[in-house]
């Protein structure tokens, strides 16, 4: 049996809160990404899932608590660090530049050290449809190819740990479908992943593990199976 490297989680929060201004929004967070792991973040609009990923990734200070990641403290790291710790993460919206073609997007994303012809051919192995609109206009895009495009960009930097907030947004369920198992491809090359999602169910089908955050406090953590009670109060509650 080998013994890995680096046996500690990739990202792991402790008791984290935030604020933005005065207003406290986490109370108290707790959460971990194993290696080679997909967890799925899941709760109504306005949790704290957003706002979660900001901390976790350097854009937002945490007032209270401890962000590891790969072991080490990262409190106070700025998200460039965190990036060249192997984070890489796909905003709200996904982030693709509209204006510039699938082609364009992806070579922005190369950055020094990383050939360009390199990061295309492997996005378009990855997402064969990217290769078929290399020269289209992102914007004018489906928007489950602008998500592929997104990961594309996302994976070209080669991280450890892709995080992805709102995957499904705005997405018609069969290419949520296939995009998920693009999701679970993508973990079993060795990737972990976070994702955030409103509206659960396809991400349960993938994820190795699930929180549910409501009203900036998780409320309940575990394998999917194991969290479909909690699953269907919060958002019962959330719609009251
Ligand atoms: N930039 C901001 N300024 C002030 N309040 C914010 C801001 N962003 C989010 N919030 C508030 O923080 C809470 C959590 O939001 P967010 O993390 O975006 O939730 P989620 O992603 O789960 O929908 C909400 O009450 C929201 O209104
Ligand atoms: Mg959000």
């Known amino acids: 049996m080998t013994v890995p490297a680096n046996p500690a989680p990739l990202m792991e929060l402790r008791g984290v809160k935030a604020s933005y201004g005065r207003i406290e929004v986490l109370h108290g967070v707790d959460l971990v990404v194993p290696r080679g792991e997909v967890v799925a973040l899941l709760g109504p609009n306005g949790a704290g899932k957003s ?30 660090a965190l990036a060249r710790m192997g984070l890489c993460t796909i905003p709200e919206g996904r982030g693709v530049f509209r204006n510039l073609t699938v ?22 192995a990855r997402f064969p449809r990217l290769g078929e609109r290399i020269s289209q206009v992102a914007g004018t895009l489906s928007g489950g190819e602008q998500q592929m495009l997104a990961m594309a960009r996302g ?36 990737v972990s992943i976070l994702v955030v999602e409103q509206f659960a169910r396809t991400v349960l089908g993938v994820a190795d593990r699930a929180v549910i955050m409501q009203h900036g406090r998780v409320i309940a953590a575990g394998i999917p199976a194991d969290i479909e009670a909690e699953l269907s109060a919060a958002y019962l509650g959330a719609s009251s």
């Open 51 to 80: 706002t979660t990923l900001l901390v976790a990734t350097g854009q937002l200070p945490a007032s209270a608590g401890c962000v590891h990641i790969a072991g080490r403290h990262a409190n106070g790291v700025r998200a460039d």
């Open 103 to 124: 082609r364009e997007n992806l070579r922005m994303a190369s950055y020094s050290g990383v050939d360009e012809d390199l990061v295309l051919e492997r996005a378009v």
């Open 155 to 190: 994976l070209a930097t080669d991280p450890a740990l892709l995080i992805i907030d709102e995957l499904s947004m705005g997405l018609a369920p069969l290419i949520v479908a296939e995009l998920y198992e693009i999701v679970a491809a993508i973990a079993r090359d060795g």
